[in-house]
């Protein structure tokens, strides 16, 4: 059974910092594209960040550039995100995704079950 276990989240200040981590089981996506997402209340799900299969390739929301960075390793199985300076804002439930491709994508098929962080202000 393939899991995408998130974990990291929890209650900050604004301007602080934490790192989000997905665990993945059940496969490995070495070569795979995987991303995080965030729904906050009252609103739709949104893109976060994605990364490609080997690391090489990035892409953020400009609401997160310069303060989230996103990470995998691959020899671990696990998906990082590293969120700085954050706002309140930023407050929402985290998902982790995988594809099924290993390029950038729109379309993932692997979602995890959250973790919530809250900023406040």
């Known amino acids: 059974q393939v899991q995408l276990v998130e974990s990291g989240g929890g209650l900050v200040q604004a301007g602080g910092s934490l790192r989000l981590s997905c665990a993945a089981s059940g496969r490995t996506f070495s070569r795979n594209a995987m991303a995080w997402f965030r729904q906050a209340p009252g609103k739709e799900r949104e893109f976060v960040a994605f990364i490609s299969w080997d690391s090489f390739g990035t892409y953020y929301a400009d609401s997160v550039k310069g303060r989230f960075t996103i990470s995998r390793d691959n020899g671990k199985n696990m998906l990082y995100l590293q969120m700085n300076s954050l706002k309140a804002e930023d407050t929402a439930v985290y998902y982790c995704?995988?594809?099924?491709?290993?390029?950038?994508?729109?379309?993932?098929?692997?979602w995890g079950q959250g973790t919530q962080v809250t900023v406040s202000s």
């Open positions: 995704a995988a594809s099924n491709l290993p390029g950038f994508t729109t379309q993932y098929n692997y």
